[in-house]
């Protein structure tokens, strides 16, 4: 599958949930993943998405760890079924 596509369901999923999925352009923070995902109760997740078998550069792994330092939960999605995993866990979250 690929990144558009991905970015596409991932929008229509959360949306769904009552949340957004917004394409994140960072200025200077370069390498920060694809799409900041904003959830009822202050809930935030940042996701990167990939076409299927896309790894993650070294940049985008470093900005991943410095994130995940901080606390917040973030993804790499790059199918149908990493897609359907991430969207579990931000249901799970809601309960
Ligand atoms: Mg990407």
Do not use: H
């Not at 949930?17 to 390498?31: D, H, N, S």
């Amino acid at each position: 599958m690929n990144e558009k596509l991905i970015e596409k369901k991932l929008r229509e999923k959360i949306k769904e949930l009552g949340g957004r999925a917004e394409k994140f352009i960072p200025t200077y923070f370069v390498g920060a993943p694809d799409r900041i995902v904003l959830m009822p109760g202050g809930r935030v997740y940042w996701v990167e998405t990939k076409s299927t078998g896309d790894k993650l550069r070294s940049i985008q792994q470093t900005r991943k760890r410095q994130l995940e330092k901080l606390g917040f939960k973030c993804y790499k999605v790059d199918s149908k079924q990493a897609l359907d995993r991430f969207i579990e866990e931000v249901k799970k979250d809601v309960d």
